[in-house]
């Protein structure tokens, strides 16, 4: 089994455990999602960014720490979203050919923890390192393989964040501070892909309650100004407790 020492102490890999990190970001035309490049020449070198657990570590926590070791990604809510644990998910030849280079017991069955999380892409700039010779963002539309079962895993958190956001507004954590709400609007439809009728979608976000007009509009921008909005967390948090009534799309 491999060690580690982390801070002083000798800590040991897991060969059987491990957690995928799913996070997206909207770049306010298109949904992303990061990923990272193993930099392989066998097989599919693009994958999300995700590692074996220490065994002195709980879920979590390995969450956190593989996100930050590959990608340089810090301080993120993650949220689980199920375990994949198909007997053949590491069995692909190009896979072993890899894990046959980084791991001590390359043909151990593996299952994973997958997580996801959105975040603002302005706030976080990937820095790969470890294994990952690259981390960044890429456009979902544009992904067609990835490594292990990892499209799998990044359909099931598509999904999970479709039926989230049919429930409630979750989508202003992809969001700045300040955004318009055609930006919103292409969101939504980037996130459910499909198109949403432009008017019946603003009178349900408006409906809710939870957006406030400012005083300013747009500036440096090649068409005419829109009007800027920002999010009320307060009744957003409140509106959370009482439930989101009619708000599916």
């Known amino acids: 089994m491999k060690k580690k020492v982390i801070k002083n102490k000798l800590v040991e890999l897991n060969p059987n455990v491990s957690v995928d990190c799913v996070i997206f970001g909207f770049d306010f035309e298109k949904l992303n999602v990061l990923l ?24 979590d926590e390995a969450a956190s720490r593989v996100l930050e070791e590959l990608a340089g990604l810090k301080n993120i809510y993650l949220e689980q979203i199920g375990a994949f644990g198909d007997p053949l998910r590491i069995t692909k030849i190009t896979d072993q050919e890899w ?16 997580y996801f ?47 989230k956001i049919r429930r409630q507004p979750i989508g202003f954590n992809l969001l700045p501070e300040k955004f318009t ?16 009728d432009k008017r019946n979608f603003r009178r349900k976000i408006q409906k ?42």
């Open 36 to 59: 990272i490049d193993r930099g392989t020449t066998l097989g599919i070198p693009l994958a999300l960014p995700g590692n074996l657990i220490y065994n002195s570590e709980n879920l």
């Open 99 to 114: 894990l046959k280079a980084m791991r001590a017991e390359p043909s151990a069955r593996v299952i994973t923890v997958a």
């Open 117 to 163: 999380s959105l975040v603002k892409m302005s706030d976080y700039v990937p820095q790969a390192s470890s294994f990952a010779k690259n981390a960044s963002w890429v456009s979902v539309q544009e992904i067609s393989e990835l490594a292990f079962d990892h499209l799998e895993i990044l359909n099931t958190a598509k999904e999970s964040l479709k039926q």
């Open 181 to 196: 709400l055609s930006q919103l609007h292409r969101l939504y439809e980037s996130i459910l892909e499909k198109p949403l």
């Open 208 to 249: 809710l309650d939870i957006i406030e007009s400012l005083k300013e509009k747009q500036k440096g921008v090649p068409h005419k100004p829109s009007q800027l909005f920002k999010f009320n967390k307060e009744k957003y948090e409140l509106l959370t407790k009482i439930g989101f009534d009619n708000f599916g799309f």
